[in-house]
């Protein structure tokens, strides 16, 4: 039988830890200090820039007859934006009514309804539709939902109800896995009670699910409209881009973002200058939206809490 | 140990009857020929070690085991002389005659007058009638004195045992026959465990209750009837050792195995 190594008292002392060793934690660390400070710098040199660009159509338009000006009519040096702000505002809503009962409604079904199986498909199916280049989304509502619409319409279908029905399908995965989430995350114990206590499947959903992610699915809803908010090229392709305050919901209209696109190519000068003055107040909604979802979810951390 | 003062009649009526009872997880044999005689307006303990099929069994009564797919139960379990396990029995109004309290005390997130008044709601009652059933369903709960002036508080805010007893609010509003307790009180203080045990022994005298433990002190001080589950042989369906009413049970079990499980020699 071999015998054991002898342990001398010099080899089972606690070895120290390599200068290599060290010197690699330190690296890794800063390395990742480095990446998450990237997003950092991207968002303030970003925001800088378009302030810097686009401050001078405040000062010199006048905050007031830039946001609240009826005309935008850059040749005549009319530099109006509220009714691309109205178009903005329009297309987000319209999109945000017919978008969220279908996203919630899928969400539901997911958490609640759907064996594992049929899970399994509707879920990448839902997520793949976030995956679908907005280009894409913008062609089926040129070539497909236009003509349907403007069958329904005196119109061309180039409008806003158009860009509704496109953009309710793009914010579809937004609001619906986030909505999933949140019907997910409520404990399987408050499901138990309420069966217990005699609610049938409808009655769990709507008394006690739904009410109990109702912070979750207000927060997916925000973030669903920022998205709507941001959505330029899908739009783009469906609202006729006149900027108008349109006469019907199916005349054509024009976003913050589409009014940046179609013009950013040969616009100069103070036109140029417009454009940036939008940005920042496109930059300033998501800042709010972000900030509003942050201000919620502490309201629901303060109610757990008991007031 | 100490045993309940009032005992239950031998010809008192038996709520529930259970014949040849056999329960299975998708090809798991849980529970085998399990038969007994829940007595009405008493307390029946099911002791038994982890994993004996106690809990499962428990969840017969209210057929919460139908939301776990795969799972089948044979034989019949009578409420009231009819087959709760009968074609087109509707397991939604099983529920709300045989209420249920869990280990986790899981009250709904919303107020705490929300919470007693959801049952009641469920069944249509007026707005009118509802601050009585609140308060006296708190009242019945021993929890009227604590929460009265903050009714409208969410109910997760309260400590754990005050959640409790707010669970046990929530189903007596809606007077079900039966409360099933599984092992209520294995999750919160020791102070708000002895308020449960009172308010069993004050509940009894109009429902009938059940209540799973794994607590061998407390089957003996709150209930008049004991059955002891055990599984012999881990993988293999559990059985029911022994049923009596609950001083025979600690004091002279018939069967060897309640008498080693009982002076703790495993379990």
Redesign the interface.
Known sequence: MPSLPSMSSENNSLRLVSRATHLKEIALKNLFLVCAFVAVAGVLLIFGFVGFRGWPAFAEVGPWSFLAGTEWSPTDGVYGILPLIWGTVVVMLGALVIGTPLAVGTAVFLSEIA?PRVRGIVRPAVELLAGIPSVIYGFFGLIILRPIIANFTDGLGFGAVTAWFILAIMIVPTIATLSEDALRSI?P??R?????????TW?TIY??LV??AKIGIIDAIILGMGRAIGETMAVLMVVGNAPVFPESIAAPIATLTTQIVMDMPYAAGMHRTALFGMAIVLFLASMGLVALVRLISRFQTS????? | MSYRATPVADDAPEKITVKGLDFFYGDFHALTDISVGIKEKAVTAFIGPSGCGKSTFLRCF?R?ND?I?GTRAEGTITLDGQDIYATGVDP?????RI??I?Q?P?????SIYDNVA??P??QGIKKTELDEIVQTSLERANLWKETKDILG??G??LSGGQQQRL?IA??LA?EPEVMLMDEPCSAIDPTSVQKIEDLMDELKDRITIIIVTHNMQQAARVSDFTAFFLQEVAGEAAVLVEYDRTPNIFTSPKDRRTEDYITGRFG
């Open positions: 064996t404990p114990g408050i138990e009670a309420s069966y217990a206590m005699g609610a049938t009655q008394k006690v009410p109990a109610i757990e809490a008991g007031r | 209210n919460m939301l797919p939604v109004d099983l529920r709300r209420g249920m869990f986790q899981n009250p709904f997130p919303m959801f049952g709601r469920l508080r969410n997760l805010a669970c929530r189903v809606v």
